[in-house]
């Protein structure tokens, strides 16, 4: 496997503790292994108990990455295949210059093609890899389960149903791709119409403050699957939510939004109602919090140079007299030295038409 990997170019850039790299480098280990072994053979030398030390030692490592296998599997419902769910997986999250550029548009005429589908031939030779030369050297049947493999019916709060049916449907196809040009074309034309990495393959997110990597997306599970439909009432307001935002995803001048009203009135359940309904348009939605809107400028530029529209979604927004916050998003939704992107509005709730707390006073004379 190692003499396959060795030949990824754009693809190739993998940390050395990924699964991929972790069973090239375990594969050219056993590799030496057995040439060791006939090298002692002929030499009529033999030391059973290194022997028996090196193999144990490479089959707790296969095991390792076996186990780290299954819990991708299960936090994304990969199922028949588990090392094509795995390698599918990979090329969908994978975020490079090539996959980046085909998100939203698709694969055009270039050079760069010609080093994709060399990629795609070693990783067509990845899908087809037959892993019995290992599991006969170390005594384990691993590979042959995860290949024949039936996961246990899980309910859907349990995993990440959007992802899962992603790749499942994407490994089928790879799994039947002839050469590199099919291969090519299926993994591009995913690319088109979901894009690449966490922002192709989830419709929310919520951001989280991290000392090491500063602020960090992390993807909104199984949200509620609500359309506007279910909504019963408030068709005006409806309309003019559903034409703002489909200018919005069409390139066209949209409005930051307010939707205010009583509790319960579904001003909530309207936005997600709308990011469902312009999920396959590219619409993204990013949940903030009032403590957050001092990250509001990292998060923007995180995103601004993405083919996706993000809708950031502040919920029961108001200000109280003593709270600053305020100051952070106004500073995003008038500008200053630096534009908001064409490709952000802010869509937010309140029980106020009025976010922030006027009082009134009377001077006596």
């Known amino acids: 496997m190692d ?34 072994k006939d090298e002692r053979e002929k030499a009529k030398t033999n030391d059973e108990r290194e022997k028996a030390k090196t193999k144990d030692e490479l089959l707790t ?14 936090d994304y419902g990969f199922d028949k295949n588990l090392w094509h769910n795995y390698l599918t997986f990979l090329l969908m999250t994978d975020e490079n210059p090539f996959s980046i550029t085909c998100e939203k548009i698709g694969a055009n005429d270039g050079s760069v093609n010609l080093f994709a589908k060399n990629d ?4 067509k030779a990845l899908f087809d890899y037959d892993f019995t030369w290992i599991e006969e050297e170390l005594g384990t049947n691993c590979f042959s389960i995860l ?14 149903k959007n992802v899962s049916e992603k790749v499942l449907a994407l490994s089928e196809k790879l799994e039947q791709a002839k050469d590199e040009n099919e291969f090519f074309n299926s993994v591009t034309n995913f690319y088109r119409d979901y894009g690449v990495g966490m922002f192709g393959l989830n ?11 500063g602020v960090v997306l992390h993807p909104i599970n199984n949200m509620d ?19 703002n935002t489909k200018a919005f995803v069409e390139g066209r001048k949209a409005n930051n939004v307010l939707l205010y009203g009583d509790s319960g009135t579904g001003k909530s359940t309207s936005i997600k109602a709308i990011v469902n309904q312009f999920y396959p348009q590219g619409l993204r939605m990013i949940e903030i919090y009032k403590h957050q809107f001092k990250d509001l400028s990292t998060i923007i530029a995180q995103i601004k140079n993405r083919n996706y529209k993000f809708i950031i979604y502040m919920d029961d927004l108001s200000f109280e007299e003593f709270e600053i916050e305020y100051k952070f998003l106004k500073a995003v939704i008038e500008g200053g030295v630096e534009t908001k992107p064409e490709n952000v509005l802010i869509y937010a709730t309140s029980n106020r038409r009025h976010l922030i707390k006027e009082t009134w006073g009377i001077e006596m004379m």
């Open 147 to 160: 290949s024949n493999y039936k996961s246990i019916g899980k309910p859907e709060l349990m995993y990440n």
């Open 3 to 36: 003499h396959i990997v060795s030949k990824l170019i754009i693809y190739g850039d993998l940390p050395k503790d990924s699964i991929l790299m972790e069973l090239a480098d375990i594969c050219k280990q056993t590799r030496e292994k057995i040439q060791i």
């Open 203 to 213: 419709k929310a997110f919520r951001i989280q403050s991290s000392d090491d990597h």
């Open 61 to 74: 490592r296969i095991y390792h990455q076996v186990k780290r296998i299954l819990i991708v599997g299960t």
């Open 225 to 243: 699957q609500v359309m506007l439909d279910d909504l019963i009432g408030y068709e005006i307001q409806k309309k003019k939510l559903v034409d």
């Open 120 to 123: 795609f031939k070693a990783f």
